[in-house]
T-cell receptor, first 116, second 113 residues
Framework: AQKVTQAQTEISVVEKEDVTLDCVYETRDTTYYLFWYKQPPSGELVFLIRRNSFDEQNEISGRYSWNFQKSTSSFNFTITASQVVDSAVYFC?????????????FGSGTKLNVKP | DGGITQSPKYLFRKEGQNVTLSCEQNLNHDAMYWYRQDPGQGLRLIYY???????QKGDIAEGYSVSREKKESFPLTVTSAQKNPTAFYLCASKGPGAGEKLFFGSGTQLSVL
């Protein structure tokens, strides 16, 4: 079974629209970590955010915000007023502290196209 | 600057040939990883190493081999047994402890001639 599900394969928006990328995870561990990475066309994955399972506070960083809800096992990512430079593939990932904290589970990614 | 260096950026393999992808890190990380990414797909784990002289198979290890003789280096060999090697290969490393993020290299695009 998939531990991390990103159901949206590809999303297209027009510049300045808001967009939310969904991430649903599955774990039995009580302590775990969730991550978002951005992969621009150049290919290298860029770290965006890490959230641990004990911190459900939403986070905002400029135009980016993250909504972590343990009740629904979701860690969604919203880009406000999207820009062409936001076009990339975005990956959500899970790391479990108890079983093997060196192993990461990645979602299949969501490709975001922001059109001018 | 600390980081991960992958080389070469592009690599071509002939039929029946083994090729080796290089990954070096100067972050003093114990854990290192190799992922494969096919066009429009997610990341699939090939091998990872949690410490020098030790490594574990990931989800798609068949046709690949690795070594971890030095902390800073984790080369990946794509053997002739890997029948469909064309893909983008990403190397990553991670600091000690739970919750540390992965640092990624810039990737190697491998193609078959």
């Amino acid at each position: 079974a998939q531990k991390v599900t990103q159901a949206q394969t590809e999303i297209s928006v027009v510049e300045k629209e808001d967009v939310t990328l969904d991430c649903v995870y599955e774990t039995r561990d009580t302590t775990y970590y969730l991550f978002w990475y951005k992969q621009p066309p150049s290919g290298e994955l860029v770290f965006l955010i890490r959230r641990n399972s004990f911190d459900e506070q939403n986070e905002i960083s400029g135009r980016y915000s993250w909504n972590f809800q343990k009740s629904t096992s979701s860690f969604n990512f919203t880009i406000t007023a999207s820009q062409v430079v936001d076009s990339a593939v975005y990956f959500c990932a899970l790391s479990e502290a108890q079983y093997n904290f060196n192993k990461f589970y990645f979602g299949s990614g969501t490709k975001l196209n922001v059109k001018p | 600057d600390g980081g991960i260096t992958q080389s070469p950026k592009y690599l071509f393999r002939k039929e029946g040939q083994n090729v080796t992808l290089s990954c070096e890190q100067n972050l003093n990380h114990d854990a290192m990883y190799w992922y494969r990414q096919d066009p429009g797909q997610g990341l699939r784990l090939i091998y990872y190493s949690q410490i020098v002289n030790d490594f574990q198979k990931g989800d798609i290890a068949e046709g690949y081999s690795v070594s971890r003789e030095k902390k800073e280096s984790f080369p990946l060999t794509v053997t002739s047994a890997q029948k469909n090697p064309t893909a983008f290969y990403l190397c990553a490393s991670k600091g000690p402890g739970a919750g540390e993020k992965l640092f990624f290299g810039s990737g190697t695009q491998l193609s078959v001639l």
